[in-house]
């Protein structure tokens, strides 16, 4: 086969490799992550965004905004104590937020006061995208 023949060849190969094979897509990404004491809107925008808190703050707020999300993909947001308590990195509580679009998305995560008031000390809120790692927001009780 002349060499110009096989350059065509190879060139229809890749070509048509291109087209049928799917092409690759940007994974989930933490963009942000934000204490706050309050949220308004949708999507969910932080309000009197803080890291530092009153034992008697009525709830803790935080929004997470993820890009490259595709519909299902599974937001999580653990919520540590590091060491207001006697148990360090203590879990105080999770929710998990499903994306709904495509894109950009927010999610929302709230925690509201103990009984007796937060206890004095490092929180944070871990975040988790389709069961990974992606970051925190560390955040005080003072």
Request: proline content about 8%; glycine content about 8%.
């Amino acid at each position: 086969m002349p060499l110009s023949k096989m350059r065509l060849c190879m060139c229809f190969f890749l070509l048509l490799s291109a087209m049928v094979c799917p092409m690759a897509i940007a994974a989930p990404e933490l963009e942000s992550v934000t204490t706050c004491k309050g949220v308004v809107g949708d999507p969910p925008k932080p309000v009197d965004v803080t890291d530092k808190f009153s034992a008697d703050t009525p709830a803790i707020h935080a929004v997470a905004t993820v890009k490259n999300c595709k519909p299902g993909t599974k937001v999580t947001g653990v919520w540590i104590s590091v060491d207001a308590i006697s148990t360090p990195n203590f879990k105080i509580g999770e929710l998990e937020v499903v994306c709904k679009k495509e894109g950009v998305n927010h999610a929302q995560f709230d925690l509201s006061k103990p009984t007796k008031g937060w206890p004095v000390g490092n929180y944070k809120l871990d975040v988790y995208i389709d069961g990974k790692s992606f970051g925190s927001a560390p955040f005080r009780v003072q």
